[in-house]
């Protein structure tokens, strides 16, 4: 999942500038979390159906509910590839995410997939709906930890967000660091949070710490999202790890 993200870099204007880079993975359905199932991403059609006939006979399930905005958030992260769809998808996956919510405002998974879905929305839509956004996001992935404290994912999110904005919108390095180590110490397969750490220790110039965060992606032997780690986050690692090489 490319927020999967994808999720990865959505400018707003030249001065404020997010890295959707954290994959927000949910804790729902889980498509690909620790395995690939057979035809994947193009599995997640039948996901979806099979969805849509449940929600037919209790349309307030809450699992189906959040189950349909996880499979969304994943359509639009590892399927499609039309600007356009990608938006629907995320689009309809904040729709599930709010039923979710007026059925369990306290549901920490709902506050989570609505935050990863707007903030992928968000990415396309580009700059006046980051502006109007960015609060929106920050708040539900906040509220998501402070109802499941241990919430990997979330740490992941918002981590890879207090990184990249700036101050004046809440953008905070130390605070930033303390989410990703958090994320890595709640659950260590989560690689994304890893290569996000790698950044922020290499803009510090620890090269050293980038390094062990990088080869712990690369040598993963159980990386959470495998169809993400093999085409995204693997080659990133590499890539990064070639960068600093020689310093």
Same mark, same amino acid.
């Given at each position: 999942?490319?927020?999967?993200?994808?999720?990865?870099?959505?400018?707003?204007?030249?001065?404020?500038?997010?890295?959707?880079?954290?994959?927000?993975?949910?804790?729902?359905?889980?498509?690909?979390?620790?395995?690939?199932?057979?035809?994947?991403? *193009?599995? #997640?059609?039948?996901?979806? &159906?099979? =969805?849509?006939?449940?929600?037919? %006979?209790? $349309?307030?399930?809450?699992?189906?509910?959040?189950?349909?905005?996880?499979?969304?958030?994943?359509?639009?992260?590892?399927?499609?590839?039309?600007?356009?769809?990608?938006?629907?998808?995320?689009?309809?996956?904040?729709?599930?995410?709010?039923?979710?919510?007026?059925?369990?405002?306290?549901?920490?998974?709902?506050?989570?997939?609505?935050?990863?879905?707007?903030?992928?929305?968000?990415?396309?839509?580009?700059?006046?709906?980051?502006?109007?956004?960015?609060? *929106?996001? #920050?708040?539900?992935?906040? &509220?998501? =930890?402070?109802?499941?404290?241990? %919430?990997? $994912?979330?740490?992941?999110?918002?981590?890879?967000?207090?990184?990249?904005?700036?101050?004046?919108?809440?953008?905070?390095?130390?605070?930033?660091?303390?989410?990703?180590?958090?994320?890595?110490?709640?659950?260590?397969?989560?690689?994304?949070?890893?290569?996000?750490?790698?950044?922020?220790?290499?803009?510090?110039?620890?090269?050293?710490?980038?390094?062990?965060?990088?080869?712990?992606?690369?040598?993963?032997?159980?990386?959470?999202?495998?169809?993400?780690?093999?085409?995204?986050?693997?080659?990133?690692?590499?890539?990064?790890?070639?960068?600093?090489?020689?310093?």
């Amino acid at each position: 999942m490319s927020v999967k993200t994808g999720f990865n870099s959505l400018v707003i204007t030249g001065i404020v500038m997010f890295s959707w880079m954290c994959v927000w993975q949910p804790t729902v359905a889980w498509p690909q979390r620790d395995s690939i199932p057979e035809g994947y991403p *193009e599995s #997640l059609r039948k996901d979806l &159906t099979s =969805l849509f006939v449940k929600q037919a %006979h209790n $349309p307030d399930d809450i699992h189906v509910l959040l189950a349909l905005s996880e499979v969304h958030l994943s359509m639009g992260d590892d399927l499609l590839t039309k600007k356009n769809e990608r938006l629907s998808a995320y689009e309809m996956g904040v729709k599930y995410a709010q039923q979710a919510l007026a059925i369990q405002p306290e549901n920490a998974e709902a506050h989570f997939l609505y935050a990863a879905n707007l903030g992928n929305a968000t990415q396309i839509k580009g700059y006046a709906a980051g502006m109007m956004n960015v609060g *929106e996001i #920050l708040s539900h992935v906040r &509220t998501a =930890l402070a109802l499941a404290p241990n %919430h990997a $994912p979330a740490h992941q999110m918002l981590g890879g967000l207090l990184a990249e904005l700036p101050w004046m919108l809440g953008g905070d390095v130390e605070d930033a660091q303390a989410h990703l180590e958090k994320a890595i110490a709640i659950d260590e397969q989560y690689t994304n949070a890893r290569i996000l750490l790698a950044k922020l220790f290499i803009k510090q110039d620890k090269l050293q710490a980038a390094r062990d965060q990088l080869l712990a992606v690369i040598h993963a032997p159980t990386p959470h999202y495998p169809y993400t780690w093999k085409n995204q986050f693997l080659p990133e690692a590499q890539a990064l790890l070639k960068t600093i090489a020689d310093h």
